[in-house]
């Protein structure tokens, strides 16, 4: 059971629009900036956004990230077939065991 | 350029114990923080351990308090994960990171290795 919730999967047309949630509580999404990481099968995971919502050099604008609350989200537009990966989101939890915890990945199909 | 480099995996039996190690370049290796995530078959990324850039702070996962140790040296731009006490559940890819902030361990990760791989079976 991860800490931070993701659901199992998404589905989409090329060129439309996903949305990847991730929620969490007070003491880490709440406290602590998210990132969410791309992988592709037999590769490393890859930063995506950092910050909640900062993009690395290289990353297309069609990937975005948003912070509220205790929940994050990854969208995802103009969909491509090279896009279909598994995501995850991730932060620090303040609580009394510090540690970086992750979601339990979503995967991305591009129909 | 940034790169990490995973190495001292392998097949060990349950109980015996492995060192891995990752060596970093194209940063300033001792001012940022380096963690340890690893990856199940078939399964999402779990974190293992995190030290601080001077050494002096470090996590671990519940799952590998007691057993897992990590340590770096900053002469050699090397952390190391030293696995004690293996069982078959820690059979996994594991990868180190660096943080995108230097000097701070709730950072993200910006930039992984490409992992080495762990099988603890008898």
């Known amino acids: 059971q991860s800490v931070l919730t993701q659901p199992p999967s998404v589905s989409a047309a090329p060129g439309q629009k996903v949305t990847i949630s991730c929620s969490g509580s007070?003491?880490?999404?709440?406290?602590?900036?998210v990132s969410w990481y791309q992988q592709f099968p037999g590769m490393a995971p890859k930063l995506l956004i950092y910050?909640?919502?900062k993009r690395p050099s290289g990353i297309p604008d069609r990937f975005s990230g948003s912070e509220s609350g205790t929940s994050a989200t990854l969208d995802i537009t103009g969909l491509q077939t090279g896009d279909e990966a598994d995501y995850y989101c991730?932060?620090?939890?303040?609580?009394?065991?510090?540690?970086?915890?992750f979601g339990g990945g979503t995967r991305l199909t591009v129909l | 350029q940034v790169q990490l480099v995973e190495s001292g995996g392998g097949v060990v039996q349950p109980g015996r114990s492995l060192r891995l190690s990752c060596v970093g370049s194209?940063?300033?290796?001792?001012?940022?923080?380096i963690h340890w995530v690893r990856q199940a078959p078939g399964k999402g990324l779990e974190w293992v351990a995190l030290?601080?850039?001077?050494?002096?702070?470090?996590y671990y996962a519940a799952s590998v308090k007691g057993r897992f140790t990590i340590s770096r040296d900053n002469s050699e731009n090397t952390v190391f994960l030293q696995m004690n006490s293996l069982r078959p559940d820690d059979t996994a890819v594991y990868y180190c990171?660096?943080?995108?902030?230097?000097?701070?361990?709730?950072?993200?990760?910006?930039?992984w290795g490409l992992g080495t791989r762990v099988t603890v079976s008898s």
């Open positions: 990171a660096k943080v995108t902030t230097r000097f701070d361990f709730t950072g993200d990760l910006d930039y």
């Open positions: 030290i601080s850039y001077d050494g002096e702070r470090k």
């Open positions: 991730g932060t620090w939890d303040s609580s009394l065991s510090d540690a970086r915890v």
């Open positions: 910050d909640n919502d």
């Open positions: 007070s003491s880490n999404i709440g406290k602590n900036s």
């Open positions: 194209g940063f300033t290796f001792s001012d940022y923080e």
